[in-house]
């Protein structure tokens, strides 16, 4: 082979692993776990935390502070703001543990069930994988009939059920039994790698908790997702053996259209529209799957609730228009081709899946009014 020839050969090799680490990068912001990004604390007390003053810590609301090591901080209100030093004030609303010297900011109010003085229990949910760790939280107020009901508390990807809890006091306003699952890929779930498979694998370990609330008296099934936790239930109401026994599905921030949501976060930065296709095609493409780092291929079509929607109940659907990670758009779109099964309400601007942290005595009358118009069955 003459020279040109080689270098030819040698730029094809160089064209082609090039796409393919661009397209696994693409996919690799998708499905695996991001880093955690520390915020310094500048000082505290027993009644506030004085942060830098940022878009998060300035927001209004009600907010997680996870500390370096072990511990946990509730804020609440904005006590001072000093713009000329960069600063914001907050009040301690709870804390376990000393604050460390930096924290991570989240929209987790509540680090576990017994921060939030209820009656609580952890149990072991037999999954695929083997046994993984569910929350089962159950009404103050004895009504066997109310509690029949069990919701399901489905968090999102890249964190845990301690995102779910948010829902948990609506549910148990209304006296319903609570479970919280974990799932593969979470941390807490068996392991099966790092990525996430967007709901096409982790559903079915929602759906052994699903089976051990019936197994535990549950007559009827509210399905309630976070975020990704909305994909996993379109496969739970597509394929779960207790999807008769759905008889409502609340929303928040849902990921709708993993399309759509790629799309839409791609569009604010340098990368161009065929590497994101690229990658969507990658994932659900056998081989190319493993070479982006998935176990499975993963088709996100078939995981749209706009391609693919499944049989509805009652649906209510909380989303900001303020979210810069799932497109508030595609929350529109779907409750216009649903009116008659979709309630969508709106939250102020809010962060993605921040709309209870913005305003929670707002989000928990949402969910009542909702929760009251549902059909007795």
């Known amino acids: 082979m003459t020279v040109v020839v080689w270098v030819l050969v040698a730029l094809v090799v160089l064209v082609v692993v090039g796409g393919l680490l661009a397209v696994r990068a693409v996919v690799g912001k998708i499905v695996l776990p991001g880093r955690h990004r520390w915020t310094p604390v500048l000082d505290a007390d027993a009644d ?53 010297a930096r924290i991570r900011w989240s929209g987790h109010v509540h680090p576990d069930p017994a921060a939030m003085e209820v009656d609580w229990s952890e149990v072991s949910i037999p999954t695929p994988l083997g046994a993984a760790p569910a929350w089962v939280v159950r ?26 809890l948010r829902t948990v006091p609506a549910a148990l ?18 392991w099966e790698g790092r990525a996430s498979h ?25 399905l309630v997702g976070w975020s990704m936790g909305a994909t996993i239930t379109h496969e739970l109401l597509l394929r779960s053996a207790h999807r008769d026994l759905v008889t409502g599905v609340l929303l928040v921030a849902p990921a709708l259209d993993w399309e759509a949501a790629v799309r839409f ?6 990368v161009p529209g065929f590497v994101v296709s690229a990658a969507l095609a990658a994932m659900r493409t056998p081989l190319l799957h493993r070479v982006v780092g998935l176990r499975a291929p993963v088709d996100v079509r078939a995981l749209s609730w706009l391609r693919v929607p499944p049989p509805l109940p009652p649906t209510l659907l909380v989303h900001s228009d303020g979210d810069r ?37 707002w989000f928990d009358a949402q969910v009542a009014g909702w929760i009251a118009g549902l059909p007795a069955r």
């Open 198 to 222: 967007l709901g096409a694998r982790e559903w079915v370990d929602v759906e052994a908790a699903l089976d051990h609330a019936v197994a535990n008296g549950a007559r009827r099934i509210v």
């Open 325 to 361: 990670t799932v497109p508030f758009a595609v929350s529109q779109e779907f409750a216009a081709g649903e009116p008659d099964r979709v309630t969508l309400v709106v939250s102020g601007s809010a962060e993605h899946a921040w709309e209870r942290n913005l305003d929670a005595a």
């Open 48 to 100: 506030s935390v004085q942060l830098p003053l940022t878009a998060d810590t300035l927001r209004p609301g009600e907010y997680g502070l996870w500390h370096e090591g072990d511990g946990h901080t509730t804020v609440g209100p904005v006590l001072e703001v000093d713009e000329a030093a960069g600063t914001v004030r907050r009040a301690v609303v709870r804390t376990t543990g000393a604050v460390s």
């Open 139 to 164: 009404p103050a107020r004895p009504d066997d009939d109310a509690a029949a009901t069990w919701a399901v508390h489905v968090h999102g990807i890249r964190t845990t059920r301690v995102t779910a």
């Open 265 to 270: 976060q791609a569009a604010r930065t340098p």
């Open 173 to 190: 306003e209304a006296g319903w039994t609570s479970i919280v699952p974990s799932f593969r890929g979470d941390g807490e779930a068996p």
